[in-house]
């Protein structure tokens, strides 16, 4: 890998050649520019073309984990609305405070700030209804379908840019390789 002052050089370079890397708000700049790092330590680019492929593979696989994380993050939000929706059948619909208690119930579960009695209490209801956290999972990606459905099609998109990057890549190996010494044999072996 690099050391420091490598890296140093290298972020300051590309962050000339193409501008800051594409972080949204509350991303780690210095993991984006560990993992071009390790990029670039793979692809060991010689030329600008090769340093703008580093790039585009960092920002492709930046890009398909931001996906991931964030589809991830959508069903943990949407844990509230799904146990609330399992718990509604079984609470008759009286509010406490302006909230719906099976709302309530869930809020209390999921907020960290429930005293033990009152925990113990929503699980006893849990088990008596025979509600699991699978259950509540499975509810919480059913809501969020639709906006996981488009993080994997990002997903998708983005595995699909990396396939013809490392295919581009691949390609021009076996023509730098090509116009080496003694490079008949691996066009040979290239094209079998």
Known sequence: MLDNNQQSSTVSQMSDLFGEPPLIRGEDKARYWRL???VEHEIKPKTIFDKILVR???DKLWQQQRCKQS???LV????I???ASLLGPFIAPTFSMGEEDATAMARDYYSGDAKAKRLEEIE???AVNQISQEQIRAKAMQICGSGISM???METNCEASLRMLRKENTRRDVV???NAPGSDELIGEAAE
């Open 36 to 38: 071009h790092a390790a």
């Open 56 to 58: 585009e593979l960092t």
């Open 71 to 73: 589809a991830a993050s």
């Open 76 to 79: 943990d939000g949407a844990y």
């Open 81 to 83: 609305e799904a146990l």
């Open 124 to 126: 006893t209801r849990l």
């Open 151 to 153: 993080f994997n099609r």
């Open 176 to 178: 730098e390789n090509a």
